[in-house]
Nanobody, 122 residues
Framework: VQLQASGGGLVQAGGSLRLSCAVSGRTMNMAWFRQAPGKEREFVAGITWNGYGTTYSDSVKGRFTISRDNAKNTQYLQMNSLKPEDTAVYCC???????????????????WGPGTQVTVSS
């Protein structure tokens, strides 16, 4: 299984970005994580294999929306009302196991893709 994230860039505070993650192979739950310089990897959002179950970190709840299109083998992260503290490298991840709700621990995800940089200017 391979994952490839795209859609990052530079945006002003209050703006929006949409990240995409193309997936080759069969996966169950999927998630987005992010890592800022000098900080640990942080769970952002997760989604079940059928798209019906989602989980968000408190820091992005109400601003970010995770979704997936299994017909296109792609998951998305719509990010609205971006803040400078959202600046990080965003990575998509996938698991072989389905859990409800999606779990937040990085160790429970089996596949990872290279990240895409998101920079939010103040």
């Amino acid at each position: 299984v391979q994952l490839q994230a795209s859609g990052g860039g530079l945006v002003q505070a209050g703006g929006s970005l949409r990240l995409s993650c193309a997936v080759s192979g069969r996966t169950m739950n999927m998630a987005w994580f992010r890592q800022a310089p000098g900080k640990e990897r942080e769970f952002v959002a997760g989604i079940t294999w059928n798209g019906y179950g989602t989980t968000y970190s408190d820091s992005v709840k109400g601003r970010f929306t995770i979704s997936r299109d299994n017909a296109k083998n792609t998951q998305y992260l719509q990010m609205n009302s971006l803040k400078p503290e959202d600046t990080a490298v965003y990575c998509c991840a996938a698991s072989r196991v389905a859990t409800v709700p999606p779990r937040q621990e990085p160790s429970l995800y089996d596949y990872w893709g290279p990240g895409t940089q998101v920079t939010v200017s103040s």
